[in-house]
C-alpha cells in the first residue's frame, strides 16, 4: 500500500470549514484514498474514501487531484466535536482484500471557538 | 443496530501474566480484525480473523495470538506480558463489501506493571 504524508497538527475555527490535505505521490491505479478519525479515547471512525472522483457523504468531502498524488477532506463546517486525529490511508479494495489498514502517524486537527 | 463490542475496556496486569480479550462485531460482520495503538508506534495491525480463520498477520510476536468462534466473536491472547504489551487493543468488523470501512470498537486498555 502506498505511503501517505500528512502535516502532524492543524488548527481551525469553530463553524468554519477545516481542510486536511493528504500526499499520495506513489498511489497506484488500484489504491483507494480512506480518511478515518480518532477522538481522544475512542476507537477510530471511518468517515470517507473515494478512488478517482471526488465523494460527500453526511460527513465530509473528499476532494482528490486529477493525477490522484493528493487529497483534501473537508468539514464544511468544523465544530469543537471535529477535534481529533484525522489519518489519511490508501488501500487496495478486492476480493482478496483483508481487514488491515496500514495508519500512519495522521493529522492532529484543533478546533477552537 | 449494536456496535463493536470489546471487553474488558481496562486491565492491570503485572509482567509475565497473560491476558485474554474480547469482541464481538457487530451482528452479521464476519470479519474481526485487531490493532494494537501505543503512543510510540501508533496504530499496528495485529491479525485478522474470517469465517474462524486468520487471514492476514502483522509483524508481532507468537506471543499474540487470537482466534474466532462461530458467531464471528474474537478473542485475543497475549501470553507472558511485557511492560511494553501496554496499550490500547482495538478490534475492528467489517461487512461483507471488501472495501476499506471497518467498525471499531472502543478499545481495551491494558496497563502491566
Known amino acids: 500500500d502506498a505511503k501517505t504524508t500528512q502535516p502532524p497538527s492543524m488548527d481551525c475555527a469553530e463553524g468554519r470549514a477545516a481542510n486536511l490535505p493528504c500526499n499520495h505521490s506513489t498511489i497506484s491505479g488500484n489504491e483507494y484514498v480512506y480518511w478515518y478519525r480518532q477522538i481522544h479515547s475512542q476507537g477510530p471512525q471511518y468517515i470517507i474514501h473515494?478512488?478517482?472522483n471526488n465523494e460527500t457523504n453526511e460527513m465530509a468531502s473528499l476532494i482528490i487531484t486529477e493525477d490522484r498524488k493528493s487529497s483534501t477532506l473537508i468539514l464544511p463546517h468544523a465544530t469543537l466535536r471535529d477535534t481529533a486525529v484525522y489519518y489519511c490511508?490508501?488501500?487496495?479494495?478486492?476480493?482478496?482484500?483483508?481487514?488491515?489498514?496500514?495508519f500512519g502517524q495522521g493529522t492532529t486537527l484543533q478546533v477552537k471557538p | 443496530k449494536a456496535g463493536v463490542t470489546q471487553t474488558p475496556r481496562y486491565l492491570i496486569k503485572t509482567r509475565g501474566q497473560q491476558v485474554t480479550l474480547s469482541c464481538s462485531p457487530i451482528s452479521g460482520h464476519r470479519s474481526v480484525s485487531w490493532y494494537q495503538q501505543t503512543p510510540g508506534q501508533g496504530l499496528q495491525f495485529l491479525f485478522e480473523?474470517?469465517?474462524?480463520?486468520?487471514?492476514n498477520k502483522g509483524n508481532f510476536p507468537g506471543r499474540f495470538s487470537g482466534r474466532q468462534f462461530s458467531n464471528s466473536r474474537s478473542e485475543m491472547n497475549v501470553s507472558t506480558l511485557e511492560l511494553g504489551d501496554s496499550a490500547l487493543y482495538l478490534c475492528a468488523g467489517r461487512g461483507e463489501a471488501n472495501t476499506g470501512e471497518l467498525f471499531f470498537g472502543e478499545g481495551s486498555r491494558l496497563t502491566v506493571l
Open positions: 490511508i490508501v488501500r487496495v479494495d478486492g476480493s482478496s482484500n483483508t481487514g488491515k489498514l496500514i
Open positions: 480473523y474470517f469465517s474462524e480463520t486468520q487471514r
Open positions: 473515494g478512488l478517482k
